[in-house]
């Protein structure tokens, strides 16, 4: 029973990272167009350097403990200061919002019903996304496990199907590329699946044990890069060259599943696990935002903000971009350098701030000595 | 809670209304599709212009269910064809002609004209390729001739010929004498610099007297235009490199008799090697294992003596077959074994300053054979049916 | 113009008052509910005492009665002589005659054990007559008035005596009930037989003798201004949640209605949820069951007239889980409990599937099979939505039929319209074949698990009509829908998609597959805070077929 405050265990905020980080499968295609058939290595890289920039998140909650980032950012620069960096954030987790259900639009639209007009496809999506924030973040976070199994079983039974199908000679030719190619697709990697985890730094306050947050974030974000790293070997080593030139590789890729004519046209459960996946990216993140403005504003109940920021979300993530050709360019070039100053560049110098804070006093006594 | 009253029943009436709605956006009802099962390019009159030839299943003439009964002499396909320049375009046109329309995700192949061919695909098989109905694992054929003639000829043992060349196409396991397919293959090729592929080839010929359809050989593509043929074993000699051989036949003379075996399972592995002088090697090894089959004679091929004679002259068997291939390819001048690819994997920066002249590379490229056989099983009997020698 | 101003300004500022209102008070009651606080208790019965005259007393009974013609009073002097003047109250055919007879007229007539003088003289007391005279089991002692209709109307026989301020109660409840007999909602193959009747105290019986235990607690209210039906709840004392009994016995005080008639009416002033979908509350006949329960550290509601007992909490996965599973071996057990959570699925999602598949995505149909399909829909009117609904509505109709049909017409009927009319709206080019079938098989497999056959029937109409409007689509954003609300949806207080939702690995053993007994250590977690386990460790059966060394 619980008295009024929402609680989130541990092992169901570990679950909720890596499903957090599965729903990044749509968006191979950005690093499919840059690294090609490497993107393998681009993962397994990015993922130790995204440990080390997640250390920067843990570190800050453990400074301040049951505190969220827009929090701990008031707490440490001020008020007035703090409110300016938590608008940043706010607008960081609004916009991510958009841009996932922009996806999930285009996905839906392109591949499934491309005469349905996009309004009716999401409308019906934020509805449910809406639905689910308003319930509690509880509801929400405790799907996260049975979502990462699902995710876990589709991937591994396309794998099973696909198996004769996969030639790992497609992976071959290693490190043949020019290595600005490398470091920005690691760039990539790290800023888009990985660190976007900055929108569970809002879901702190409720988690039931504050130790043991650094554990589940790090191990969440190994089975969502575990995930991520199967999907890309399988994608690379069904499609091989043509890897680089379809627009949603993993789809292509479960259409190909033919075994003895019976077991063929499979695509129906990847569709399904994407929109649910997908559903749960935005269900958090749009819980993030919501959440941030009411911490912000200092409003008692973030509940009633639900529909308005839901319905900003719809009406925006119509066309945020012009074409789907700038929506790629977005992926491939300005999206890490957009999201990084968010991501990292704030954060860090939050927490900097915070270990100045804490130094202070203790320069003091230590001068005593 | 009169207000909350009326709302539920907003709500429910809107739901009701829903139901009508069944018109909207994306919903098909099942017959107002016009089902395509094959699809056949050929080039028109004129060089610019691609004639489609679309087959449409007819599902009252489909024995299924109750309505197969009395339907049995209409005819359960229908070819239409059009006439244009895009080929989208085309596809579109039909709708002139045709009172549903085309629906093509369950397309089994793709027939490509012989005049077509030569002239090159590419373009008109980039719909295909973006086309969400259209599906990659389709199977893909060059009719000696036209396709449109292929698609018309009524099958024997099956109700559509597109599903009957499908079949086809998957019994050809068995011999290996064709290669199969599919339209992913074949882009995977396109994309590729220096890949050229193979896609089998199809004709109308003649037995006891009634027309069917013959698949057997394949067609050379260089680049997207159509360069020569192979005929049964040169393109069996190709599937041993590219590892896609199924089951066949290999017959063999030893010791004055001659003995059919069945192949059950081969495996070859490429290795090129870039000597210190810079000259490129190719070793191919391949491991096979066969079934006795039968044999003609009185001599009992299955002692220890002659199991090997057999094993060494299946191999030499294997070893002719590729060698034909690889000179009727180095006339050709077409990569169609993957060696580019494979040097590409093992020494990818010497490959970047080789891919340019890879067309000379490839006419003197060396190439080594190595052939392991086996015989495995041996059969029900273990002496030929002859009364044994005293 | 001015005028019409003024009027809509008018109706303008009372309309936003009332709103206003509205909203207040639903914002009050929201906080209040969310409290958990108990509406206020009943106010306070009338407290009228007896008078120390006979005759008054006996004619304020008929009052309040209204002269019933089965209010019966019986006047006699009790002892030999002139006696003590005492009156019997009963109602007929609730009160059993005999006992009145045998045990209370007799010895009070004939009054042995009792000096003759003390009653001559009207000086023995309704305590004497109690300790000495009267051989009926249970006799209490009353004041008010009230409380003597009550056990007048509950079977009791009410002992009036002159001069006295207070009346005995005697137990000679004699009314006709039904025998423990099969329960006939629940038809086992293996396991206990008996069902729960009408008469709650012979269900309370049933249970004490599955569960011998003294912690097994039973508390006992009345509720229902008019029906005044008594209901009592029982829970083991030590392994059941404090704030679970706390909380039961909170919601019964509180509900304030007229009428008690089935535990299905008082299922609706207690649950959780009540514009969910879902059930918060189970039912069950039978007493095996119920005992179940409380031993997980539920609690059981027993309502008098009623053989359903309600159990309290409900999780969803009970719905798939039934009594003969424990009783039969595990292996077979947990097939059937997969096959049914396969069932159920089938019988939310088939004809949306269908629907959807052959009106959005026929590219997901194996090739054969979309020939087969669209062969079939030639010719037919109706698009699939409306000839799917078509067909479930007709379904729905010859199930309700089947059941109130007397029951030689029902059987025939329900086999008759299933063949006959499918067949022949098939024949007549209505429905299309496969139609018929996918909605048989819907119809079949909802009978696996009846406690959520009714919730079946409304997700199905929800998802049809979302697979209607956009297809796969629809239907995955339906079935999200239906997550995230039973993800949330509490009973009291405990999570209802445990364990599936807040993952409690522990308890998945008898989710899904149903793990030998043995192997069942521990109870639910949450359910029964202090004591959880069953057994110390799970120790496998001693294999009988290996001999000493093991071999």
């Known amino acids: 029973m619980n008295n009024g405050k929402e609680q989130i265990l541990s092992a169901q905020l570990m679950f909720s990272v890596g499903c957090f980080i599965q729903s990044s499968t749509l968006l191979t295609s950005f690093i499919a167009d840059v690294a090609g058939n490497e993107a393998w290595i681009a993962v397994i890289a990015s993922y130790g350097l995204s440990m080390l920039l997640v250390r920067m998140y843990v570190k800050l909650a453990k400074l301040y403990p049951g505190k969220s980032i827009v929090q701990i950012s008031e707490a440490v620069f001020g008020p007035v200061l703090g409110k300016i960096l938590s608008c940043f954030y706010i607008w960081f987790f609004f916009s991510l919002a958009i841009l996932n259900t922009s996806d999930v639009g285009f996905f839906v639209n392109n591949f499934i019903m491309p005469e349905t007009p996009k309004m009716a496809i999401l409308l019906m999506f934020i509805f449910v996304c809406a639905w689910a924030v308003r319930r509690g973040v509880e509801t929400i976070m405790r799907y996260g496990q049975l979502f990462l199994i699902m995710g876990f079983s589709v991937v591994g039974l396309f794998c099973i199907l ?21 470091v920005q697709s690691i760039h990539i990697v790290t800023i888009i699946p990985f660190c976007e985890i900055l929108a569970f730094t809002m879901v702190f306050p409720y988690v039931k044990d504050q130790e043991k947050i650094g554990r589940s974030l790090y191990i969440g974000m190994t089975l969502g890069a575990i995930h991520l790293l199967v999907v890309v070997l399988r994608d690379i080593s069904v499609l091989g060259p043509v890897y680089t030139h379809v627009t949603a590789p993993s789809f292509q890729v479960t259409r190909l599943i033919n075994i003895g004519n019976v077991i063929t046209r499979m695509e129906f459960f990847y569709e399904v696990a994407v929109n649910i996946l997908i559903f749960f990216k935005v269900s958090v993140l749009l819980f993030a935002a919501v959440l941030a403005v009411a911490q912000t504003f200092h409003i008692k109940s973030y509940r009633s903000l639900v529909i308005p920021i839901a319905v900003l979300v719809i009406c925006i993530s119509m066309a945020p971009f012009i074409s789907a050709a700038e929506s790629g360019f977005w992926g491939s070039n300005i999206a890490p350098f957009y999201s990084a100053f968010f991501e990292i560049i704030l954060p860090f110098f939050t927490l900097i701030a915070a270990l100045i804070r804490s130094m202070i006093p203790e320069e003091g006594e230590a001068g005593l000595k | 809670m009169k207000n909350r009253f009326r709302r539920i029943t907003g709500v429910a009436v809107a739901a009701l209304i829903l139901v009508g709605l069944t018109g909207c956006w994306n919903s098909r009802e099942l017959n107002t599709l016009a089902i395509v099962m094959g699809i056949g390019f050929d080039q028109a009159n004129d060089l610019e212009e691609v004639e489609i030839t679309a087959q449409v299943v007819k599902t009252k003439g489909i024995k299924g269910g109750k309505n197969g009964g009395g339907s049995s002499q209409e005819e359960a396909f229908i070819n239409f064809t059009e006439i244009g320049t895009g080929s989208f375009d085309i596809i579109r046109e039909f709708t002139h002609v045709s009172s549903r329309k085309l629906y093509f995700t369950h397309n089994q192949i793709i027939v490509i004209g012989e005049n077509l061919a030569r002239s090159g695909i590419r373009n008109t098989l980039d719909m295909l390729s973006r086309n969400h109905e259209a599906r990659m694992n389709v199977y893909m054929l060059v009719a000696k001739g036209s396709a449109k003639d292929v698609l018309n000829l009524k099958p024997e043992l099956g109700e559509v010929p597109a599903m009957e060349i499908a079949q086809l196409m998957e019994a050809q396991k068995n011999t290996s004498h064709t290669p199969d397919t599919f339209f992913y293959e074949v882009t995977f090729s396109l994309v590729s610099k220096t890949a050229a592929f193979v896609i089998p080839t199809v004709e109308i010929g ?19 235009k159509m360069v020569g043929e192979l005929n049964e074993k040169e393109t069996r000699g190709l599937l041993w490199v590219t590892d896609d051989i199924g089951s066949g036949i290999i017959e063999i003379a030893v010791q004055g008799v001659t003995a059919e075996l069945e192949i059950i399972r081969s495996n070859c592995k490429i290795t090129p090697e870039i000597g210190a002088d810079g000259s490129v090697k190719i070793k191919l090894k391949i491991t096979e294992e066969s079934d006795f089959g039968s044999q003609t004679g009185s001599v009992n091929l299955l002692t220890m003596e002659n199991i090997q004679r057999m094993e060494e002259a299946q191999a030499q068997e294997i070893r002719k077959e590729i060698e034909m291939v690889l000179e009727k390819t180095r006339t050709l001048n077409a990569d169609i074994f993957g060696f580019g690819e494979a040097l590409h994997r093992k020494y990818p920066h010497q490959w970047e300053s080789m891919e340019a002249e890879w067309n000379e590379i490839f006419k003197a490229l060396d190439v080594e054979i190595e052939v392991e056989t086996k015989i495995n099983s041996i059969g029900r009997i273990d002496q030929p049916n002859y009364p044994s020698k005293e | 113009m001015q005028y019409y101003e003024s009027r809509l300004k008018i109706r303008g500022v009372i309309m936003f008052r009332e709103n206003l209102k509205k909203i207040t008070y639903w914002m009050v009651k929201r906080q209040l509910v969310a409290n958990d606080e108990v509406i206020g208790e009943r106010p306070p019965v009338q407290e009228e005492n007896l008078s120390g005259n006979l005759k008054e007393n006996i004619a304020r009974i008929r009052e309040e009665m209204g002269n019933s013609a089965d209010l019966v009073v019986r006047e006699f002097s009790c002892g030999s002589g002139r006696g003590m003047p005492v009156a019997l109250v009963y109602v007929d055919g609730m009160a ?27 000086k023995c007391t309704l305590a004497d007559l109690k300790e000495k005279l009267l051989s009926i089991a249970e006799v209490n002692t009353l004041q008010t008035l009230d409380s003597l209709l009550q056990g007048i109307l509950s079977g009791d026989t009410a002992l009036l005596a002159d001069e006295s301020r207070e009346a005995l109660m005697l137990t000679s409840k004699g009314f006709e009930k039904r025998s423990v007999t099969e329960p006939l909602s629940e038809a086992v193959i293996r396991g206990p037989r008996e069902g729960f009747t009408e008469s709650i105290r012979t269900n309370t019986s049933l249970l004490r003798r599955k569960i011998k235990n003294p912690a097994l607690t039973i508390e006992s209210m009345t509720i229902g201004e008019k029906t005044r039906t008594a209901v009592c709840f029982a829970y083991i004392r030590g392994v059941a949640n404090e704030e679970l009994i706390s909380s039961i016995r909170d919601r019964l005080k509180a509900v304030r209605t007229d009428a008690v008639l089935d535990s299905g009416c008082l299922e609706e002033y207690i649950e959780d949820a009540p514009f969910s979908i879902f059930p918060t509350l189970g039912y069950t006949e039978k007493p095996d069951v119920a005992a179940a329960k409380i031993l997980e550290g539920r609690a059981a509601i027993l309502v008098d007239g009623s053989p359903f007992a309600l159990t309290a909490p409900l999780l969803f996965i009970e719905g798939f889980q039934s009594a003969e599973d424990y009783y039969f071996r595990s292996y077979y057990m947990s097939l059937v409990r997969v096959l049914r959570y396969i069932s159920y699925i089938i019988t939310i999602f088939a004809p949306a599937l269908y629907v959807a598949i052959t009106t959005f995505h026929q590219e997901l149909l194996p ?125 009291f207080g405990f999570p209802y998609f445990a364990p599936f939702a807040p993952y409690r690995s522990a308890d998945m053993k008898d989710a899904v597959i149903r793990s030998p007994l043995w192997m069942l250590a521990t109870r639910p977690e949450k359910m029964a805070r202090r004591d959880r386990k069953r057994l110390d460790f799970f120790v496998p059966p001693a294999d009988g077929t290996k001999n000493e060394q093991g071999e």
């Open chain 2, 206 to 224: 003649d037995s006891a007297g009634r027309k069917v359809l013959i698949v057997s050989g394949s067609a050379v593509f260089k680049t997207d």
């Open chain 1, 162 to 182: 696909l198996f004769k199908d996969m030639s790992f000679d497609n992976l071959m030719p290693v490190f043949a590329m020019p290595v600005m190619k490398y």
């Open chain 3, 96 to 122: 059993n005659a005999k006992i009145l007879n045998e045990s209370a007229i007799k010895p009070l007539m004939f009054g042995t054990g009792l000096k003759n003088d003390a009653c001559r003289h009207g």
């Open chain 3, 367 to 491: 090739t054969d099979l979309l020939f087969t399909m669209a062969a079939a829909r030639e010719g037919i009117p109706f698009p699939a939505v409306e000839e799917a609904l078509i067909m479930l509505i007709t379904f729905e109709i010859l199930r309700e039929a089947g059941v109130r049909l007397p029951r030689p017409v029902g059987q025939a009927l329900s086999i008759v319209g299933a063949l006959v009319i499918g067949d022949a709206a098939v024949s007549a080019g209505l429905i299309g074949a496969p139609m018929v079938i996918v909605i048989a098989i819907t119809a079949v497999s909802v009978f696996l698990t009846p406690n959520l056959a009714n919730t079946a029937a409304i997700l199905r109409l929800i998802f049809l009509f979302l697979a209607g409007f956009m297809g796969g689509y629809g239907i995955t954003i339906g079935f999200i829908g239906v997550l995230i609300h039973l993800g949330s949806l509490k009973s």
